[in-house]
């Protein structure tokens, strides 16, 4: 299968990933409520699904199940908006924890592969640090509609307890251990998802501090024997 990995694009596709996603979560709690914001976000999470799946798609094939999963997902948000339907909610929850492991894990691949660390691998690394805390907050929001009173504490109304947005804060929180206590688990199952959370988060970034200095490690000695050799 031809690649698609070439050229300028293929030393910055990770770092234009980590651009979108900082935008998307970082710049939505300071968008104002109305149906213009509704569109803008709409097109922002657009632009970092496509994004996601153009970084992390070695080969066509990749990009194709990429591209299918972003159009289910993002045709699934849109007729949520329009129906209050719960189980449209429950999918779209379900579409979204597919659609970020598949893109988390390929990006990982690319990691884990990379023979040396570039500020383009850095920017994947922590891409899919962003993706975990994403991808909880779309189990969360599952976990609510399935089981309501999971997660105890949130702002969010009854109408958006199915939003994966609402859980965002509470999601990243878990990740890094910070743990504010103004949310909590409300039972048994929530409990232990936040459990997950917490423990895949610290060996992520365990084993990702160990890769990154091996591949250091590895890119001097190279680099020495190269000197040497001449």
Not at 3 to 8: E, F, P, Q, T
Not at 53 to 75: D, E, K, N
Not at 164 to 183: D, I, M, P, Q, R
Request: one cysteine or more.
């Amino acid at each position: 299968m031809p690649s698609l990995k070439r050229g300028l694009f293929a030393r910055v596709r990770h770092a234009q990933l980590l651009v979108a996603l900082g935008m998307l979560l970082f710049l939505r709690p300071f968008v104002v409520s109305g149906e213009l914001a509704s569109l803008a976000l709409n097109v922002l999470l657009l632009v970092t699904l496509i994004s996601a799946v153009v970084a992390c798609s070695a080969r066509r094939s990749q990009l194709v199940v990429g591209l299918v999963l972003t159009a289910l997902l993002q045709g699934t948000s849109l007729y949520r908006e329009l129906s209050e339907v719960t189980a449209v909610s429950a999918l779209y929850s379900v579409l979204g924890l597919v659609f970020f492991a598949y893109v988390g894990f390929l990006v990982l691949g690319d990691v884990f592969r990379a023979r040396s660390v570039s500020v383009d691998t850095i920017c994947g690394a922590l891409a899919v640090y962003l993706f975990l805390g994403i991808w909880w907050a779309f189990a969360y929001a599952l976990l609510e509609q399935l089981v309501p009173g999971s997660v105890v504490g949130l702002r969010a109304g009854h109408e958006t307890a199915g939003d994966y947005a609402e859980y965002l804060g509470y999601s990243f929180v878990t990740l890094t251990t910070l743990g504010y206590g103004n949310v909590v688990p409300g039972n048994a199952r929530a409990d232990m998802l936040a459990a997950g959370e917490a423990v895949v988060g610290q060996i992520y970034m365990t084993v990702l501090v160990a890769r990154l200095v091996a591949l250091n490690l590895a890119g001097g000695r190279r680099l020495a024997d190269g000197e040497g050799e001449e």
